[in-house]
């Protein structure tokens, strides 16, 4: 499975892309992998607010529907727009196109909490 070096991840299977005090999020090579075909993508609106661990957005593959927890506490400042006409995008460039949505981080301190890419490796091994 890819594990890019540069992310931090979730328990949850999320990742997480730090700029500044932006953030992108998305879900990560193997949670797309158990998911399989991946037919809809309910992100999060503009300005909704997220704690971090709460659900904030919804996908669904063939096999079931997976609630997407947010790593960190934030703003929505932007949802992935392509998802809508291309869902696969999570299958095909999770790490990539496929992201789900962009957080304004509200306290940058949670960002320890989450796992390195060796932990995460170590997690799903």
Do not use: C
Not at 55 to 65: L, R
Not at 71 to 88: K, R, T, W, Y
């Amino acid at each position: 499975m890819n594990v890019p070096d540069d992310l931090k991840y979730a328990e949850s299977h999320e990742w997480i892309r730090v700029d500044g005090d932006t953030a992108t999020v998305g879900i990560t090579d193997h949670a797309q992998a158990e998911l399989t075909d991946i037919v809809f993508v309910e992100p999060p609106k503009v300005g909704a607010v997220a704690g971090a661990k709460a659900t904030i957005a919804v996908v669904e593959s063939v096999k079931a529907a997976s609630d997407i927890y947010s790593p960190v506490s934030g703003e929505v400042i932007e949802s992935n727009s392509a998802l809508d006409a291309d869902p696969a995008l999570l299958n095909t460039d999770p790490f990539g196109d496929g992201w789900i949505y962009k957080i304004r981080l509200s306290d940058p301190a949670e960002l320890d909490a989450l796992k390195s890419p060796a932990e995460y490796r170590e997690q799903i091994s």
